[in-house]
């Protein structure tokens, strides 16, 4: 009986607040400009935000008359046409209706049920309600894309971090691949320190995308190699060899994803939408590379440390339990830099570029040096190659 | 309608009448899964790093287990072979208790996956329509369909024939002995897949194996028939169920065949590996002799394998086997024997060493324990609750009152 009264403490606690919010939730939700972004009946609480300003401030007026800022798909309260017709978001719009106050409540109790009593609480638990019920990034409409940027970003505004999450798409007529000289590498592991900084890696446990085997001359399998050496580099008679997610043009981690939370993008990078991911790990289990590495806890990441020039499928900030890897720095590369590792290779033992482009140093690499490639048996076709210079 | 209510109604009530054995069982089975609770509460409270797991080794003992008791599921149904080989049996009766086995163990398997994910929160993303179901490539995806038709299949079969005989009526053998057939060949297939979730990772040469998928049903065809007998001889005698003698030695029988099944295919893969050991057969290696010093697993393969030779002789022996003082021993021997062998010996040394050759060891921690021991008392109770109303309408206790 007991027991009963308490459960009931709990929703009656519970629901008011999450009601409450829906009405009061719809404007706090602005970065900038003046948007009172009026939502559709079936979408409780997305889309309360509005990055540039210039939003057509109710629904009519939207449907009428898109302002040029939604067109460009930054803002997040262009006309819902869209999102109506698109069936699979629509169906979980409905389920988001109706078990308001049963499952999510129940994942969000701790923020849920201390009483939200500031607008900023109440616009936490908002942002987070809407980020739970999101969908999968590659199936949202350019809008939708907008919106969950913009609640990542004023959700580490509210922990006092500025961060600028990108969703720039893969670049037309490329397709990234990269080069890795065993005859250069000192084994210094410049590349491991920037790859952990510019990718925000948990630093508790210092996870690391890239391993350096040091291995003896005249031997070849990683597994006579060593990763974990602590001694002075190069050291005599050893070479070295690095690995790290190979961006396999025939991926076996994404055909066993049972939830398509990991895929191929267009430039051949395979991302993981870390939102999405439940945490199964059946991909890291088809890796052959040993490439995946996975969120045992939270991750440690202070303010300070965080890299703030993020994209929504790499190094944004992971949460507990899901899958990340490296995405040979997508968020620079789209812009045409090179990844960390490369920039801070003191060696030039490391060489990225766009294997569609005849005249990229890769390519030359690739026709005119003895290249091989790891486990080439698999047929995962890596689109990372080594090589020597003699 | 009202009928259906006045049964799951006498139903739960016939729950509440037992002697105190009765109670006391319940009241154990409910304080492990308490204590299961708390620790799953710390797992998703502090992450999955409170397991033993790890990068390195990033499946262990939860998927070990639900590897095994999707074996259990499968051999359940095939409670209902002797029955149709016999012919005369009462032929509904030996389907009840199998597929109650069923039941619970297909529950015991969704959970001990439950737990597994880093985000049990997202499972919702499984669903299709609503999240998206990657079908057909991913084999977990697979998995999971072949799963929940099966629970259904095993849970609607059963609730069918007790509800006619509830009301009095006797069950329509045209209406659920086409789904009795299509559960046997669905338990085939939910075993199968299992192992395809396995064995069709090329980057683990150990599990990429064809014959990965028939030793995962030879070895559930002589574990789960184990169970069973040891179940059906506790409620033989606990709840003076009439179960003859002639289901048990036909269920032995079985898994006898299968256990040797198993054995000659363990010989010849343990051939394979060892004959002209390549860079392919470490994990085989470490598993059975270790590898530059780590052998975590040695000691426990190796009692697995003996253990499980000396019972398999000992039940080829008609009167040894047909001893039922004797039988449950075996019986359980057996069950230990390759619960050990698939639990420890299938998974976990899959991932020694790396796909890079490193090797960092597994030991499950404790709250893995409890965890698991929390479902698989799950799993027990559910099929403590479920036999119990399933004799108590078979012996007429419970009847819909005119
Ligand atoms: S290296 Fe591993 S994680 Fe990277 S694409 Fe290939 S299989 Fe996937
Ligand atoms: S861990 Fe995440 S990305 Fe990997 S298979 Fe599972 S759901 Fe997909």
């Given at each position: 009986m007991k027991k009963k009264l308490n459960f009931m403490e709990f929703m009656n606690r519970c629901l008011p607040n999450m009601e409450d919010l829906q009405d009061s939730g719809q404007t706090s939700g602005c970065g900038s400009g003046g948007c009172g972004s009026q939502t559709t009946a079936n979408t409780i609480v997305t889309d309360g935000g509005c990055s540039s300003g210039g939003c057509s401030s109710s629904l009519a007026e939207a449907f009428v008359e898109p302002s040029a800022t939604c067109e460009l798909g930054t803002c997040g309260c262009q006309p819902e046409s869209e999102g109506f017709i698109h069936k699979p978001m629509n169906r979980r719009d409905a389920i988001k209706t109706m078990v308001g106050g049963t499952a999510a409540t129940v994942a969000l109790a701790q923020t849920a049920c201390s009483p939200a009593n500031t607008p900023e609480e109440k616009e936490e638990i908002r942002l987070k309600w809407s980020e739970y019920f999101k969908g999968n990034f590659r199936e949202m409409t350019e809008k939708e894309r907008a919106s969950t940027i913009q609640r990542l970003e004023r959700l580490a505004e509210m922990r006092g971090k500025d961060i600028n999450v990108s969703k720039l798409g893969p670049q037309e007529n490329v397709l990234y691949g990269y080069a890795f000289n065993i005859g250069k590498c000192k084994g210094y592991r410049k590349c491991v320190d920037a790859c952990v900084h510019e990718n925000n890696q948990d630093r508790d446990t210092k996870m690391q995308y890239i391993r350096i085997f040091e291995m003896e001359n005249g031997k070849i399998n990683l597994e006579d190699g060593k990763a974990d050496y602590f001694h002075a580099v190069p050291r005599e008679g050893h070479y070295y060899i690095g690995t790290q997610c190979f961006q396999c043009e025939n991926p076996p981690c994404v055909k066993v994803c049972p939830v398509g939370a990991t895929w191929k993008e267009k430039d051949g990078i395979i991302v993981i939408d870390y939102d999405w991911c439940i945490g199964c790990r059946y991909c890291q289990a088809a890796c052959p590379y040993w490439a995946r590495r996975f969120n045992w806890a939270e991750p440690k990441l202070s303010n300070e440390q965080e890299n703030g020039k993020q994209h929504y499928l790499s190094n944004r900030k992971r949460k507990q339990g899901v899958m990340e890897k490296c995405t040979f720095c997508l968020q620079r590369t789209r812009k045409g830099e090179n990844p960390a590792c490369v920039e801070a290779c003191p060696t030039g033992a490391r060489v990225f570029g766009n294997l569609l482009d005849p005249q990229s140093e890769i390519r030359k690499i690739i026709a005119s040096k003895r290249v091989f490639r790891l486990k080439e048996e698999l047929g995962t076709e890596p689109k990372f190659w080594y090589y020597m210079d003699q | 309608m009202k009928s259906l209510f006045y049964f799951f109604f006498d139903g739960f009530k016939h729950l509440y009448k037992g002697g105190p054995s009765y109670y006391a069982w319940v009241i154990f089975l409910k304080i492990v899964m308490l204590v299961g609770l708390y620790a799953w509460y710390i797992q998703i409270r502090d992450g999955l790093q409170v397991t033993g797991m790890s990068d390195h080794v990033s499946w262990g003992f939860y998927i070990s287990n639900f590897t095994f008791f999707v074996g259990v599921a499968a051999a359940a149904v095939m409670l209902v072979l002797p029955a149709y080989v016999l012919h005369d049996s009462d032929f509904s009766q030996a389907v009840l208790l199998g597929e109650g086995v069923a039941v619970s163990a297909l529950i015991i398997c969704i959970g001990f996956v439950g737990v597994d994910v880093g985000r049990p929160d997202r499972l919702w993303h499984m669903i299709p329509f609503i999240g998206n179901l990657h079908f057909p490539e991913s084999m977990l995806a697979w998995d999971l369909i072949v799963l929940n038709g099966y629970l259904a299949l095993n849970s609607l079969i059963p609730f069918y024939i007790l509800f006619c005989k509830y009301r009095g009526i006797k069950p329509n053998n045209k209406l659920y002995v086409p789904f009795v057939y299509l559960s046997v060949f669905w338990a085939v297939g939910i075993?199968?897949?299992?192992?395809?979730?396995?064995?069709?990772?090329?980057?683990?040469?150990?599990?990429?194996?064809?014959?990965?998928?028939?030793?995962?049903?030879?070895?559930?065809?002589?574990?789960?028939?184990?169970?069973?007998?040891?179940?059906?001889?506790?409620?033989?005698?606990?709840?003076?169920?009439?179960?003859?003698?002639?289901?048990?030695?036909?269920?032995?029988?079985?898994?006898?065949?299968?256990?040797?099944?198993?054995?000659?295919?363990?010989?010849?893969?343990?051939?394979?590996?060892?004959?002209?050991?390549?860079?392919?057969?470490?994990?085989?290696?470490?598993?059975?002799?270790?590898?530059?010093?780590?052998?975590?697993?040695?000691?426990?393969?190796?009692?697995?394998?003996?253990?499980?030779?000396?019972?398999?002789?000992?039940?080829?022996?008609?009167?040894?086997?047909?001893?039922?003082?004797?039988?449950?021993?075996?019986?359980?021997?057996?069950?230990?024997?390759?619960?050990?062998?698939?639990?420890?010996?299938?998974?976990?040394?899959?991932?020694i060493p790396s796909p890079l050759g490193e090797i960092v060891e597994y030991t499950p921690s404790h709250i893995e324990l409890m965890v698991s021991a929390g479902i698989i008392a799950l799993g027990i109770f559910i099929f403590t609750c479920l036999s119990k109303v399933a004799v108590g309408i078979e012996k007429g206790e419970i009847k819909k009152s005119q």
């Open positions: - | 075993h199968m897949v299992t192992a395809f979730l396995y064995a069709g990772l090329t980057a683990r040469p150990y599990w990429n194996s064809s014959l990965l998928g028939p030793r995962f049903l030879a070895s559930a065809f002589a574990a789960g028939p184990a169970v069973i007998i040891m179940v059906l001889m506790v409620i033989r005698n606990v709840w003076k169920f009439p179960i003859r003698n002639v289901t048990l030695d036909k269920l032995a029988m079985i898994a006898t065949v299968a256990a040797q099944v198993n054995l000659i295919m363990l010989g010849s893969e343990i051939f394979k590996e060892f004959y002209w050991p390549t860079e392919h057969s470490q994990s085989a290696q470490y598993l059975f002799f270790g590898l530059h010093g780590h052998d975590a697993l040695k000691g426990w393969i190796w009692f697995s394998i003996i253990l499980n030779i000396i019972v398999t002789g000992f039940m080829m022996v008609h009167p040894i086997r047909k001893n039922h003082r004797v039988l449950p021993v075996l019986c359980l021997l057996l069950f230990i024997s390759i619960w050990i062998e698939k639990g420890l010996g299938i998974i976990v040394p899959g991932f």
